[in-house]
């Protein structure tokens, strides 16, 4: 169904503004070859902030003859839109928050090209890895050096009923009055919440430079338009480089209840976390919602137990109904961090003594065969069992809402998850709690699932 549409000319905010001629000239070229489809897509998401859609099918499908040009001039660069949604304009101006994101998704998607064309990363060491994800963050300008410790990084679904949202807010606001600033996946949902409530409370202490971090990749934000709350907004080019974006900046991470996209977060952290060489190292993680919440991470924390077990367990807190005590868990915890990154002499910006394995930085394509070949089977190191099972659930997340993965689906049907019963049983039933919870999709559309969980394979 097309929707109403309007055609603009708009200049850099936040990202851009001063640019040198040759540096319009690469922008340009960048974007006329092999990258506008991409920035297309990304902008398209961008101008839709606000939409209630989570399927990126669907948002491109609305608006079929959407285009967008990047025009060099003597002033720097503009872009030209035609057929761009109408909502994200308020007379015939568009809309700041808007505005300001739209050319940082063009500042991320060039930069990430024209760092991959210039070979300095090393994709081979996970070193190499951490490096670049440093690079892409700092020419964000997302690390502030010399600031005391206070990101907390708030995980969840987007598909959340009302009493969670109001909690995501009551958290983020006692987090706000504390001082803290706030990252998500820059989306609805728990995603938005956190940073509502967190403006509010910063408004009330008349802080005035409060931060509204948004992390987020093309696949994700083409189905989940970032949230106008966001005055920092990073696109990183996968999932992997996301994740770790979170934990080097984040100093504490809190997760609400969320869908299989949140499973995939915190067992990605838990991998991280459950490595020896992290063993000592200070990482607040605090589980927390509404009581309606607590038979949700009931079934979460029995999930873990019976397949990462007991030692994972004790890496997190779980704390039910008392926004306050949340926040206060979470201040508490990263004093100890700041203590921590003081005594080694680490960054307060970028986490580098956290070692992430490789395994964990490796981009993972859910396809179906590589959906079908993933390990899942007791006996594994417990890390890299949590590796692939963050793997299964970040191939559910894309066939749930990313355009490749939904178009995967259609033509080949669901993915096929295969394993030791003992690891599928308890996986069947965390992923069937999802579907009857509603936590696999928005309010009031109808899911189908992506996925059938195989049967035991033969030792």
Known sequence: MKRSTVNASVTPK??????????????????????????????????????????AKTILESYPDFQIEIVQQDRGIRLNLRHA???????????????????????????????????RVDFESSEGISDYVFHLLRNAQSLHAGEEPRMVVCWGGHSIGHEEYEYTKEVGHELGLRA????????????????????????????????????????????????????????????????????????????????AGTAEELLYLLGILL?????????????????????????????????????AQQRYKIIIGDPAQAAREMVLGIEQVRVFRRTKADAYHFNWQLHIDHEYQRPFEPTHTNMAKLELRQGMP???????????????????????????IEQHGPYQLNGDTDILEPLDNLLEAFVKQHRMKLPGTEYVPCYVVGKKQTA
């Open 14 to 55: 936040g990202s851009l503004e001063v640019l040198s001629q040759r540096e319009v000239q690469k922008l340009k070229s960048a974007g006329e070859n092999g990258l506008y489809e991409l920035f297309r897509r990304c902008a398209l998401a961008i101008l839709n902030t606000g939409s209630t859609s989570d399927n």
């Open 85 to 119: 949604p109408a909502d994200a304009f308020v007379d015939g101006e568009m809309i700041a928050s808007t505005r300001e994101m739209l050319f940082s998704a063009l500042r991320d998607i060039v930069y990430t090209a024209s760092e991959l064309e210039s070979k």
């Open 180 to 259: 803290m600033d706030i990252c998500t996946g820059c989306g609805p949902g728990v995603m938005k919440g956190p940073m509502k409530g967190a403006a509010i409370a910063h408004a009330k202490q008349r802080i005035r430079q409060g931060r509204y971090l948004g992390l987020t990749e093309p696949g994700i934000i083409a189905a989940e338009a970032p949230n106008p709350i966001v005055n920092e907004l990073v696109i990183l080019p996968d999932i992997e480089k996301r994740l770790e974006a979170f934990v080097r900046v984040g100093h504490g991470i809190l997760i609400f209840p969320g869908g």
């Open 275 to 311: 490595h020896p060489a992290n063993a000592d190292l200070p990482f607040p993680l605090i589980l927390t919602g509404p009581k309606s919440a607590e038979p949700y991470f009931q079934q979460l924390h029995e999930f873990i137990a019976r397949t990462l077990g007991y030692a």
């Open 382 to 408: 417990v890390h890299l069992l949590a590796a692939n099972l963050r793997r299964a659930f970040s191939g559910i997340v894309a066939g749930n809402v990313k355009e490749q993965g939904i178009r995967a």
